[in-house]
């Protein structure tokens, strides 16, 4: 049996094409893909290079992390699961763009009737974000910013709101901060329009507590202004919590020169992602490692069907795999008109 695939070539534009769907090892599920999403942060990055300046890998290749679908089949050893159940998948080199996905069984979560496919697909880049708020350790009554209101960045804001934090939401492109405010995140900013210094002063009487950096490329001047807006203690240092939960990158000095802030890295979706043995059924031990991946995406789903997460609005366009094209190049060439692009496969 074949399948379809979107794959990317060494020039960085797309084709479809056909493959044999592989047998199904031990612990490995077949879904049937409804949806599929494109991420306009690591994988239009990527296309963006390529395009650039060519690839000298293994190509052509097929890309895709975040998908949702019904299973038609299941592997030995396959425990939660079951034929005909609905659900969210996740995984790079798994649930990639294509009409059938197959996926290890700890990288699929169950959905409940009241979640859509549609909705579904953000699972995966929901569980970036809610891995990013544990490793900063929020704490209810803090005032924090989110630069970058792209996907990851909108996520991470609605999950602080859920969290009892103050949040502001900061982004250069206009329409990106219109998604952010009809998802309830009602304080933002306009970094190309706006002064941050003089806001963040008006939003927070203590001082900036803690920020995530929810994007890519240099991050260096942000960083340098977000520490005139941080809390300050007694003896005059900065103090405070950043978080790198986007593919950014900053020129950090040591000592009195950065104070006593926090610089945290926040990598992926939780434990056990990239861990084969997890990946393909192996739990870890509760007592020890609460918040697995697996756990994260059941906590996003549930927070989609009890709609303290809101995701509809950030999705701007719905095409077929064939034309995945044109929502790649609009993400290229104008990212102000488009966030979430969903695939829907024909079957």
Not at 37 to 47: A, D, H, K, R, V
Not at 164 to 183: H, S
Not at 272 to 294: A, V
Not at 312 to 332: M, Q, S, V
Request: proline share 4%.
């Amino acid at each position: 049996m074949k399948r379809k695939l979107l794959v990317v070539k060494k020039n960085g534009f797309t084709e479809i094409v056909e493959r044999e769907i592989p047998p199904l090892r031990n612990g490995e599920i077949l879904v049937e893909n409804h949806t599929s999403l494109i991420s306009p942060g690591t994988e239009i990055g990527w296309i963006k290079q390529l395009r650039q300046n060519g690839g000298d890998f293994d190509l052509p290749r097929e890309f895709g992390y975040s998908g949702a679908g019904v299973i038609v089949d299941i592997g030995k050893g396959v425990k939660r699961l079951k034929i005909g159940t609905r659900v969210a998948t996740m995984g790079a080199g798994y649930a990639i763009h294509s009409n059938y996905t197959v996926i290890p069984q700890n990288l699929a979560i169950e959905l409940p009737n009241s979640v859509s496919f549609e909705e579904a697909v953000y699972t995966c880049l929901g569980a970036t974000a809610l891995q990013g708020l544990r490793r900063a350790g929020l704490k209810l009554g803090e005032y924090g910013m989110v630069f970058g209101m792209g996907i990851v960045g909108n996520l991470t804001a609605q999950l602080s709101l859920l969290n009892g934090a103050y949040v502001m939401g900061i982004d250069t492109i206009e329409p990106r901060l219109k998604i952010a405010e009809r998802v309830g995140i009602t304080k933002t900013l306009n970094l190309a329009k706006d002064n941050l210094i003089n806001r963040a002063k008006q939003f927070s009487p203590f001082g900036v507590e803690f920020a995530f950096f929810a994007f890519g490329g240099d991050a260096t001047k942000t960083f340098e202004n977000l520490k005139m807006c941080m809390q300050q203690s007694e003896d005059g240092h900065v103090i405070g919590r950043v978080i790198l939960i986007g593919g950014c990158n900053i020129n950090l000095y040591g000592g009195a020169y950065s104070g006593n802030m926090d610089i945290l890295i926040s990598s992926r979706t939780g434990p056990g992602y990239h861990d084969p043995q997890y990946e393909f059924g192996r739990e870890y031990p509760r007592g020890f490692i609460k918040f697995t991946t697996l756990r994260n995406m059941h906590f996003i789903i549930s927070m989609i069907a009890e709609g303290k997460i809101r995701v509809k609005p950030l999705t701007t366009h719905i095409l077929t795999l064939e034309n995945a094209h044109r929502g790649i190049d609009t993400l290229i060439k104008n990212p102000e008109e488009a966030l979430g692009i969903i695939l829907k496969m024909k079957h």
